[in-house]
């Protein structure tokens, strides 16, 4: 299968310190990972695509000083919240798709709540 | 106008009913359909993956692509309470292309 997995599913965090959210693709490799942040009831709303490489694209609205992206590897990228504040407790989704398919597969997503 | 409209619901059924679930489109640049589940407090699940109009079927689950009409429809039959979740349609343009998402239909199969 294509399985993507995400880490940790939940934190807590006081406010003004970083969280790091992992996501890896386990068996496949993936030149593109996206992530979403998603508030309760809501859609997914797209933050930013993280390029194995190269910097992230973001989208229009995202502070990408305050949400940093690292594609390191083809299997893993990681997002971190720096100086979280309780505005930012959120559902932080992954996914990724094989090489450049069109299938997005997600992660099991992760719980942030800022204190 | 959006560029993509999905009833949120909630909708309810009885556990056999089959469930009609529908988005509209406008971006023509869409060229991939899919429809994932998601249940409470977890990622999305993908259900139906489609590229062409017309339908097709998997086990309960038969996904209806008119391109001409910009609609896409899941259908589900034999409902069970399992299917108890949220929705939803997404399209994108191409491979390694981001995806969009409709707002996500919450289903609800009563026994």
């Known amino acids: 299968g294509a399985v993507v997995s995400q880490h940790p599913s939940r934190v807590i965090c006081k406010s003004g310190t970083s969280v790091k959210i992992e996501c890896r693709s386990l068996d496949f490799q993936a030149t593109t990972m996206f992530w979403y942040r998603q508030f309760p009831k809501q859609s997914l709303m797209l933050m930013a695509t993280s390029n194995e490489g190269s910097k992230a694209t973001y989208e229009q609205g995202v502070e990408k000083d305050k949400f940093l992206i690292n594609h390191a590897s083809l299997t893993l990228s990681t997002l971190t919240v720096t100086s979280a504040h309780p505005e930012d407790s959120s559902f932080y989704i992954c996914?990724?798709?094989?090489?450049?398919?069109?299938?997005?597969?997600f992660g099991q997503g992760t719980r942030l709540t800022v204190v | 106008q959006k560029e993509v409209e999905q009833d949120p619901g909630p909708l309810s059924v009885p556990e056999g009913a089959i469930v009609s679930l529908n988005c509209t489109y406008s971006?023509?640049?869409?060229?991939?359909f899919m429809w994932y589940r998601q249940y409470s407090r977890k990622g999305p699940e993908l259900l139906m993956y489609?590229?062409?109009?017309g339908n097709k079927e998997d086990g309960r689950f038969t996904a209806q692509v008119d391109k001409s009409s910009k609609y896409i429809s899941l259908f589900i039959r034999d409902s069970q309470p399992s299917d108890s979740a949220t929705y939803l349609c997404a399209f994108t343009t191409g491979g390694g292309n981001k995806l969009t998402f409709g707002t996500g239909t919450q289903l609800k199969v009563e026994l």
């Open positions: 971006n023509s640049a869409f060229q991939y």
């Open positions: 996914s990724a798709s094989r090489d450049l398919g069109t299938e997005a597969f």
């Open positions: 489609t590229y062409s109009s």
